[in-house]
């Protein structure tokens, strides 16, 4: 018994110790400043935990950097970067209480959930509590009215999708195209987007039921048949980041030679350790970090995330961008601090120029085309093709 | 077709080896080990370390990774699941346990590998064609191995002291004890080799499929999988069920895939069915 | 069940005082408004968790609650979108076609026992995900979205509940629905094991042959209780649905079920409210410890792994243990 109890009060005085610390660091960054928390709601943890990872880290690097240097000023205060992150753990139920969670700490601006069924599911939260989001995730129901509190974070793949098929049809002769997706929502919507697109530019669908479990790890079986019909494109609809390597290698080494492509970011270490120099050619989403277009700010994030965190992921390229444009719209109009109507006027002729890429490209909000209403942050759509270790610049496109 | 079948057989032994060591768990001491997934997952982080990371020859590394993991296995056996089973009423209690090390190891890893897919350099270049099948050689090489992995597991099971124990052992845990043989220990034996045999797997297969630190949840699912087709609990169940799935998913994807997205329905729905006839899989004890 | 009858009743009351009263007051008073979101889906949660544990109380263990949840927000979701019906109709229909369905499921497997149930019924948590992805009615990967809040519930004109939409606070009154359904559930299974059924389900827990050699039909009495069981777990299904305002297939997954059976473990197996405080713990330790980041996971699995080794019949065998030691 007195073992028992012992046992009961360490772990109390665990506890209390672990939350002791928290607290004191939450005070230590507020000493001079005044604070800003932005949110962040995503998957951290389990099978799909590169992408929130990646995401919450550029977050956190940014944010870093900016307190280090001084602070953020908006109006006439200056404030320190606060990043408040939930694990949803993938489970769309756990979203909704981050999102309450970011509702409870007075956060307005929450970047994530990553996943579709998290983004639809945050969404009666997220209206009725003030709170604008910057979802990674493609449905179009999440940004068109009468919904209004989300903004696509990135490229969605129906729109870099055909841009793609363009590109390797004019430039490739690519003529044949097969898609394979695993048999989850999001790469399965992905992959009807990819379809439609491809038929739209009369491309020959030669496969587009090939599904797959998202915990396969020997995709031989899966890509057998496809190989056999020869496609001059493969796409990897919405692949997650672990698979794209196995998925690569097992096509190559069934002697596949026509081009792979997929509409997700990508990381190229991983890709190298999994496919080695099967991966070359491969073609996927970037954002900002190749040499042709990163600037030298971009150059300084990627250092100061590696000092970081120890590692770069490639995939943060595409992420880096929420909470620069959480930061200028507040900077220009600072009344939207705490208010996401002031922030949605702002919106509609917000410009300020983008500084990851080299030369004056702007930060913008677009998505009239897809949405019928400004809900997606205008980044430059950057296909990459990957060589020997690292992406290169395959062309650099753009949405309206 | 040939090819089809080809990729069945080598998934299939990479299957069977995986559900080799939860079978055994699960014979020994009734605990369906829901952390074997993430123990996979450990070796292969190992591996990737020892010869990925820092260059040593594979077979140090693949040892490093049974080595840990066999110790680790008996750590848990002596100091979780021994006392959980002592002191439960109803012994499927370990579930919780085994769940709760699942996702103790889980947080480990992630801390610890990062959330990053990983694989190492390939042990064998180059790819076999011809007749129809192609297989790349350093497939053929891990096949092989898995086959002689299990064949030598069979063989220790069946001719040496402690296979004889365990087996009697499964078969009757009181008459086990009854015939002087030492329960405690070799609980602690069988579990210490169920965790190596995970970790040697996931060793050999990191050189083909990477590895990544979510994915022992998934794994640990699929080897229940194999193991229920089998019949829980029997070595040579085990491996058929390993076989018999690699070879479903094989040629399900092939024949299925006109169909749409219905592949795996159709191959869990049958695993329904079939279980639903033979309610202890193929050659399973009978369980109550 | 040493406890009087006056005791009893009057730990019912204070129950019902602090879950409708005490709980909003507090919450108002301190102004944590996010728990009221946090103890809904405890009450949910538990719920499923509740059917789960009336399974194991006829001895399987049910890894595939998850399935019925999705069944019932399905059902629910499809009649309130394509069909216009309220809410609140489709609420008790969500529940009675899930339990409809597990009699046909059940009818079948319920032969298994041990690990080949728990298995069958974890496939079909991965079927049902499956199926939501490839029939056509259920919209497939895309989900069902925009699913409109409940709204009136008017008997004779005279109105019962509010329509949710015209609510200041929403999340209050899903959380008055959930509880409300919660202490109706857990009476229903309290009623259930006291009552002459519940002591023949236990002796199918301890011995189905002998069970069955002294005439008790343990066919049909197997059948029933899987179907409670799914009653819960439909109707907890569409209340999140409701709730989310949208279905995916992946709303309730593999690790829902699993969570759902932990639940039950944590609580103990041996004791009717077990799966409200085990929902209860498990959930809200890992909001708790939302504070510590990347090392949550970490130090949940390490305290799970403490109490399992001090609690291993779960968390109210506490109780007992002082009991017999005083």
């Given at each position: 018994?007195?073992?028992?109890?012992?046992?009961?009060?360490?772990?109390?005085?665990?506890?209390?110790?672990?939350?002791?610390?928290?607290?004191?660091?939450?005070?230590?960054?507020?000493?001079?400043?005044?604070?800003?928390?932005?949110?962040?709601?995503?998957?951290?943890?389990?099978?799909?935990?590169?992408?929130?990872?990646?995401?919450?880290?550029?977050?956190?690097?940014?944010?870093?950097?900016?307190?280090?240097?001084?602070?953020?000023?908006?109006?006439?205060?200056?404030?320190?970067?606060?990043?408040?992150?939930?694990?949803?753990?993938?489970?769309?139920?756990?979203?909704?209480?981050?999102?309450?969670?970011?509702?409870?700490?007075?956060?307005?601006?929450?970047?994530?959930?990553?996943?579709?069924?998290?983004?639809?599911?945050?969404?009666?939260?997220?209206?009725?509590?003030?709170?604008?989001?910057?979802?990674?995730?493609?449905?179009?129901?999440?940004?068109?009215?009468?919904?209004?509190?989300?903004?696509?974070?990135?490229?969605?793949?129906?729109?870099?999708?055909?841009?793609?098929?363009?590109?390797?049809?004019?430039?490739?002769?690519?003529?044949?195209?097969?898609?394979?997706?695993?048999?989850?929502?999001?790469?399965?919507?992905?992959?009807?987007?990819?379809?439609?697109?491809?038929?739209?530019?009369?491309?020959?669908?030669?496969?587009?039921?090939?599904?797959?479990?998202?915990?396969?790890?020997?995709?031989?079986?899966?890509?057998?048949?496809?190989?056999?019909?020869?496609?001059?494109?493969?796409?990897?609809?919405?692949?997650?980041?672990?698979?794209?390597?196995?998925?690569?290698?097992?096509?190559?080494?069934?002697?596949?030679?026509?081009?792979?492509?997929?509409?997700?970011?990508?990381?190229?270490?991983?890709?190298?350790?999994?496919?080695?120099?099967?991966?070359?050619?491969?073609?996927?989403?970037?954002?900002?970090?190749?040499?042709?277009?990163?600037?030298?700010?971009?150059?300084?994030?990627?250092?100061?995330?590696?000092?970081?965190?120890?590692?770069?992921?490639?995939?943060?390229?595409?992420?880096?961008?929420?909470?620069?444009?959480?930061?200028?719209?507040?900077?220009?109009?600072?009344?939207?601090?705490?208010?996401?109507?002031?922030?949605?006027?702002?919106?509609?002729?917000?410009?300020?120029?983008?500084?990851?890429?080299?030369?004056?490209?702007?930060?913008?909000?677009?998505?009239?085309?897809?949405?019928?209403?400004?809900?997606?942050?205008?980044?430059?759509?950057?296909?990459?093709?990957?060589?020997?270790?690292?992406?290169?610049?395959?062309?650099?496109?753009?949405?309206? | 077709?040939?090819?089809?079948?080809?990729?069945?057989?080598?998934?299939?032994?990479?299957?069977?080896?995986?559900a080799l060591g939860l079978t055994l768990i699960f014979a020994l001491m009734n605990v369906l080990n829901?952390?074997?997934?993430?123990?996979?997952?450990?070796?292969?982080?190992?591996?990737?370390?020892?010869?990925?990371?820092?260059?040593?020859?594979?077979?140090?590394?693949?040892?490093?990774?049974?080595?840990?993991?066999?110790?680790?296995?008996?750590?848990?056996e002596?100091?979780?699941f021994r006392?959980?089973i002592r002191?439960?009423?109803?012994e499927e209690?370990t579930?919780?346990?085994?769940?709760?090390?699942?996702?103790?190891?889980?947080?480990?890893?992630?801390?610890?590998?990062?959330?990053?897919?990983?694989?190492?350099?390939?042990?064998?270049?180059?790819?076999?064609?011809?007749?129809?099948?192609?297989?790349?050689?350093?497939?053929?090489?891990?096949?092989?191995?898995?086959?002689?992995?299990?064949?030598?597991f069979v063989l220790y099971m069946q001719y040496s002291r402690v296979g004889r124990a365990m087996r009697a052992l499964a078969q009757d845990r009181v008459a086990a004890q009854l015939m002087g043989v030492r329960v405690d220990r070799y609980s602690m034996i069988g579990f210490a080799m169920g965790?190596?045999l995970?970790?040697?797997?996931?060793?050999?297969?990191?050189?083909?499929?990477?590895?990544?630190?979510?994915?022992?949840?998934?794994?640990?699912?699929?080897?229940?999988?194999?193991v229920m087709?089998g019949g829980a609990g029997v070595v040579g169940g085990a491996i058929a069920g390993?076989?018999?799935?690699?070879?479903?998913?094989?040629?399900?994807?092939?024949?299925?895939?006109?169909?749409?997205?219905?592949?795996?329905?159709?191959?869990?729905?049958?695993?329904?069915?079939?279980?639903?006839?033979r309610p202890n899989g193929l050659m399973g004890k009978p369980w109550g | 069940?040493?406890?009087?009858?006056?005791?009893?009743?009057?730990?019912?009351?204070?129950?019902?005082?602090?879950?409708?009263?005490?709980?909003?007051?507090?919450?108002?008073?301190?102004?944590?408004?996010?728990?009221?979101?946090?103890?809904?889906?405890?009450?949910?949660?538990?719920?499923?968790?509740?059917?789960?544990?009336?399974?194991?109380?006829?001895?399987?263990?049910?890894?595939?609650?998850?399935?019925?949840?999705?069944?019932?927000?399905?059902?629910?979701?499809?009649?309130?979108?394509?069909?216009?019906?309220?809410?609140?109709?489709?609420?008790?229909?969500?529940?009675?076609?899930?339990?409809?369905?597990?009699?046909?499921?059940?009818?079948?497997?319920?032969?298994?026992r041990g690990v080949y149930?728990?298995?069958?019924?974890?496939?079909?948590?991965?079927?049902?995900?499956?199926?939501?992805?490839?029939?056509?009615?259920?919209?497939?990967?895309?989900?069902?979205?925009?699913?409109?809040?409940?709204?009136?519930?008017?008997?004779?004109?005279?109105?019962?509940?509010?329509?949710?939409?015209?609510?200041?606070?929403?999340?209050?009154?899903?959380?008055?629905?959930?509880?409300?359904?919660?202490?109706?559930?857990?009476?229903?299974?309290?009623?259930?094991?006291?009552?002459?059924?519940?002591?023949?389900?236990?002796?199918?827990?301890?011995?189905?042959e002998?069970?069955?050699?002294?005439?008790?039909?343990?066919?049909?009495?197997?059948?029933?209780?899987?179907?409670?069981?799914?009653?819960?777990?439909?109707?907890?299904?569409?209340?999140?649905?409701?709730?989310?305002?949208?279905?995916?297939?992946?709303?309730?997954?593999?690790?829902?079920?699993?969570?759902?059976?932990?639940?039950?473990?944590?609580?103990?197996?041996?004791?009717?409210?077990?799966?409200?405080?085990?929902?209860?713990?498990?959930?809200?330790?890992?909001?708790?410890?939302?504070?510590?980041?990347?090392?949550?996971?970490?130090?949940?699995?390490?305290?799970?792994?403490?109490?399992?080794?001090?609690?291993?019949?779960?968390?109210?065998?506490?109780?007992?243990?002082?009991?017999?030691?005083?």
């Amino acid at each position: 018994m007195i073992n028992r109890r012992s046992t009961l009060k360490s772990m109390a005085l665990g506890a209390v110790s672990t939350l002791a610390i928290a607290a004191v660091g939450i005070s230590y960054a507020q000493a001079e400043n005044k604070e800003l928390k932005i949110g962040f709601v995503g998957v951290t943890s389990g099978p799909a935990a590169a992408w929130g990872t990646s995401n919450v880290r550029s977050m956190q690097t940014r944010a870093a950097w900016i307190n280090e240097t001084g602070g953020v000023k908006i109006g006439n205060d200056t404030y320190n970067v606060d990043i408040v992150t939930f694990d949803d753990q993938k489970d769309p139920k756990r979203a909704i209480a981050g999102m309450e969670k970011m509702a409870q700490e007075g956060v307005h601006y929450v970047v994530g959930p990553n996943v579709d069924d998290g983004a639809a599911a945050v969404r009666p939260v997220a209206e009725a509590n003030g709170i604008i989001y910057f979802p990674y995730a493609f449905p179009k129901a999440l940004y068109q009215k009468p919904a209004s509190n989300a903004v696509l974070g990135m490229i969605a793949n129906y729109q870099s999708g055909p841009a793609i098929y363009k590109y390797l049809k004019e430039n490739k002769g690519v003529k044949k195209i097969a898609f394979v997706a695993a048999n989850e929502s999001d790469p399965l919507s992905q992959r009807d987007g990819g379809v439609e697109a491809a038929k739209a530019l009369g491309l020959e669908i030669v496969a587009q039921n090939d599904t797959y479990q998202n915990d396969t790890r020997d995709f031989t079986p899966v890509l057998t048949p496809i190989v056999a019909l020869k496609p001059d494109l493969l796409v990897l609809s919405g692949v997650a980041p672990a698979n794209a390597p196995l998925l690569i290698r097992a096509a190559r080494e069934l002697g596949y030679e026509g081009l792979i492509s997929t509409e997700t970011a990508q990381d190229a270490k991983v890709l190298e350790e999994g496919a080695g120099e099967y991966a070359n050619g491969f073609i996927s989403v970037g954002g900002a970090s190749t040499p042709e277009i990163a600037s030298d700010t971009m150059k300084e994030f990627v250092t100061r995330y590696t000092k970081m965190f120890g590692e770069y992921n490639d995939e943060s390229n595409t992420k880096v961008y929420a909470l620069e444009y959480i930061l200028d719209t507040l900077k220009a109009n600072p009344a939207a601090i705490n208010d996401v109507a002031e922030f949605k006027k702002t919106m509609d002729t917000f410009s300020a120029p983008n500084p990851f890429l080299k030369g004056d490209a702007k930060l913008g909000y677009v998505g009239t085309t897809s949405f019928g209403q400004k809900r997606q942050l205008s980044v430059p759509m950057v296909v990459n093709e990957y060589k020997d270790g690292a992406f290169q610049t395959l062309f650099v496109g753009s949405v309206d | 077709m040939e090819q089809v079948i080809a990729n069945g057989l080598y998934l299939g032994a990479q299957y069977a080896l995986i559900a080799l060591g939860l079978t055994l768990i699960f014979a020994l001491m009734n605990v369906l080990n829901f952390a074997h997934g993430q123990m996979y997952v450990l070796g292969g982080f190992i591996t990737y370390t020892v010869y990925g990371q820092l260059g040593l020859p594979f077979v140090v590394a693949l040892l490093a990774s049974g080595v840990t993991l066999a110790v680790i296995g008996a750590l848990m056996e002596k100091f979780l699941f021994r006392t959980v089973i002592r002191r439960s009423h109803r012994e499927e209690s370990t579930m919780l346990l085994a769940a709760a090390t699942a996702f103790f190891f889980d947080a480990v890893i992630l801390l610890l590998f990062g959330e990053k897919q990983r694989g190492v350099p390939k042990i064998v270049k180059g790819v076999f064609n011809d007749a129809g099948i192609i297989m790349p050689y350093d497939r053929l090489v891990v096949g092989a191995l898995a086959i002689v992995f299990i064949a030598a597991f069979v063989l220790y099971m069946q001719y040496s002291r402690v296979g004889r124990a365990m087996r009697a052992l499964a078969q009757d845990r009181v008459a086990a004890q009854l015939m002087g043989v030492r329960v405690d220990r070799y609980s602690m034996i069988g579990f210490a080799m169920g965790a190596m045999l995970a970790g040697v797997v996931g060793g050999l297969l990191v050189t083909i499929t990477g590895v990544n630190s979510g994915i022992g949840g998934p794994i640990s699912i699929k080897a229940f999988l194999m193991v229920m087709i089998g019949g829980a609990g029997v070595v040579g169940g085990a491996i058929a069920g390993g076989f018999i799935l690699g070879m479903m998913e094989s040629v399900g994807l092939t024949v299925l895939r006109e169909y749409g997205d219905v592949t795996y329905l159709v191959i869990f729905a049958a695993l329904m069915v079939f279980l639903s006839v033979r309610p202890n899989g193929l050659m399973g004890k009978p369980w109550g | 069940m040493t406890l009087s009858r006056n005791i009893k009743i009057a730990a019912v009351v204070v129950f019902l005082a602090i879950v409708f009263i005490a709980v909003p007051a507090v919450i108002s008073a301190s102004g944590r408004f996010d728990l009221y979101y946090t103890l809904t889906s405890v009450a949910l949660l538990s719920i499923a968790s509740a059917g789960v544990w009336l399974t194991f109380y006829i001895g399987r263990i049910n890894i595939g609650q998850g399935a019925y949840a999705l069944m019932g927000g399905y059902v629910s979701a499809i009649l309130v979108m394509n069909h216009g019906w309220s809410f609140w109709l489709t609420l008790p229909v969500a529940g009675l076609f899930c339990a409809a369905a597990s009699v046909l499921i059940g009818l079948p497997i319920l032969r298994l026992r041990g690990v080949y149930f728990a298995m069958v019924t974890l496939v079909l948590t991965e079927v049902a995900r499956l199926l939501a992805l490839a029939l056509p009615i259920t919209n497939g990967a895309k989900g069902i979205v925009s699913i409109p809040l409940p709204g009136a519930l008017s008997v004779f004109g005279i109105t019962l509940i509010p329509d949710f939409a015209t609510l200041q606070n929403s999340r209050l009154a899903f959380y008055l629905l959930a509880v409300t359904l919660m202490v109706a559930c857990f009476a229903v299974m309290y009623r259930l094991v006291n009552s002459r059924i519940g002591k023949l389900c236990q002796s199918l827990q301890q011995n189905e042959e002998l069970a069955s050699s002294i005439g008790v039909n343990i066919a049909y009495l197997r059948v029933i209780a899987y179907a409670v069981s799914s009653f819960f777990g439909g109707v907890s299904g569409a209340i999140f649905a409701a709730i989310s305002q949208s279905i995916y297939p992946s709303s309730f997954t593999v690790t829902d079920s699993v969570n759902f059976m932990l639940n039950c473990f944590l609580g103990g197996l041996g004791y009717v409210f077990g799966p409200m405080l085990g929902t209860l713990v498990l959930y809200f330790g890992w909001d708790l410890l939302f504070q510590t980041g990347q090392f949550q996971l970490l130090i949940y699995s390490g305290l799970m792994i403490v109490l399992m080794l001090v609690l291993p019949n779960g968390l109210l065998s506490l109780a007992e243990m002082t009991r017999k030691k005083g």
